[in-house]
T-cell receptor
Framework: KAGVTQTPRYLIKTRGQQVTLSCSPI?????VSWYQQTPGQGLQFLFE???????NKGNFPGRFSGRQFSNSRSEMNVSTLELGDSALYLC??????????????FGPGTRLLVL | EDKVVQSPLSLVVHEGDTVTLNCSYE??????LLWYKQEKKAPTFLFML????IEKKSGRLSSILDKKELSSILNITATQTGDSAIYLC?????????????????FGKGTLLTVNP
């Protein structure tokens, strides 16, 4: 089984720009979660998608958005980038049973640097 | 607001030692507690503990959930240098909203474990 893939792996943007990150989950997994990891705040939950629907959202501003396609691939978008958005963005492919988390597999992440 | 607190923040031991990492939480509608290991890359899932599965073991790693004390420990016996990593604890809660249900994951800041040869 192929693992979780994320693209791009590295990205440099300037303030005010927008960015779109992509994640392909493990085949057969219908749930994808996104996280932001920074040295100061640690790992923080952004949102989760299941069957093209956003199931839950963390405490991030509306500049952070996402979507999921019918093939379970997911994208997240950050508009009007700020310096503080520099972080490692991780996508996780979730294996759930009856809706509850069973196991979770992380992708390698996209490291975003905002200048 | 959900809280997950891990202790200690960092720990340095020698190979062969046994370590115990702690995770305490304040979460409404608790569903499960998860442990992860993170080296210089993305986290790796270790265990999930729930009310129906409060103890898990895999090789030298084991974990117990204490629902009464709202905490969990992760034990690593006979530590090796390859165990050096950040160990993250996360708690998942069940929340409901109109139109469906959802789960939310809150992470602790992690424990940095260094195992010296």
């Amino acid at each position: 089984k192929a693992g979780v893939t994320q693209t791009p792996r590295y990205l440099i943007k300037t303030r005010g720009q927008q960015v779109t990150l992509s994640c392909s989950p493990i085949s057969g997994h219908r749930s994808v979660s996104w996280y932001q990891q920074t040295p100061g705040q640690g790992l923080q939950f952004l949102f989760e998608y299941f069957s093209e629907t956003q199931r839950n959202k963390g405490n991030f501003p509306g500049r952070f958005s996402g979507r999921q396609f019918s093939n379970s691939r997911s994208e997240m978008n950050v508009s009007t980038l700020e310096l503080g958005d520099s972080a490692l963005y991780l996508c996780a492919s979730n294996e759930r049973s009856s809706g509850a988390q069973e196991t979770q597999y992380f992708g390698p992440g996209t490291r975003l640097l905002v200048l | 607001e959900d809280k997950v607190v891990q202790s200690p923040l960092s720990l340095v031991v020698h190979e062969g030692d046994t370590v115990t990492l702690n995770c305490s939480y304040e979460v409404t509608n608790f569903r499960s507690l998860l442990w992860y290991k993170q080296e210089k890359k993305a986290p790796t899932f270790l265990f999930m503990l729930t009310s129906s599965g409060i103890e898990k073991k895999s090789g030298r790693l084991s974990s117990i959930l204490d629902k009464k004390e709202l905490s969990s420990i992760l034990n690593i016996t006979a530590t090796q240098t390859g165990d050096s990593a950040i160990y993250l604890c996360a708690v998942e809660r069940f929340g409901s909203r109109s139109g469906g249900s959802n789960y939310k994951l809150t992470f602790g800041k992690g424990t940095l474990l260094t195992v010296n040869p």
